[in-house]
Nanobody
């Protein structure tokens, strides 16, 4: 499965962006990670095929929303109330099995997109 992320850009603090990630095939869990300069890649959010549950890291709860359109094999990350500390390269990722729900390490994801830069100015 190939993943293609898009939608990054430059925005002022308090603004919004929506990231998209199109998959070339079906995936059971899709997620977003981000990596700031000099820091490790960190988990942001995940959503299963059924879209019944979602999971977020604490720092984005209430500001980011993950959703998916299974007909288009696409996952979205709506980012509102952006802060300078949200600046990072954002990566979409996917797992081939629903059994991986609850494990959010980079090693537990099977497929990765190329990343899209999000820059939030203060």
């Amino acid at each position: 499965v190939q993943l293609q992320a898009s939608g990054g850009g430059l925005v002022q603090a308090g603004g919004s962006l929506r990231l998209s990630c199109a998959a070339s095939g079906r995936t059971y869990i899709m997620g977003w990670f981000r990596q700031a300069p000099g820091k490790e890649r960190e988990f942001v959010a995940a959503i299963p095929w059924s879209a019944g549950n979602t999971y977020y890291t604490d720092s984005v709860k209430g500001r980011f929303t993950i959703s998916r359109d299974n007909a288009k094999n696409t996952v979205y990350l709506q980012m509102n109330s952006l802060k300078p500390e949200d600046t990072a390269v954002y990566y979409c990722a996917a797992k081939r099995s629903i059994a991986g729900w609850g494990k959010w390490t980079t090693e537990s994801f099977d497929f990765w997109g190329q990343g899209t830069q999000v820059t939030v100015s203060s």
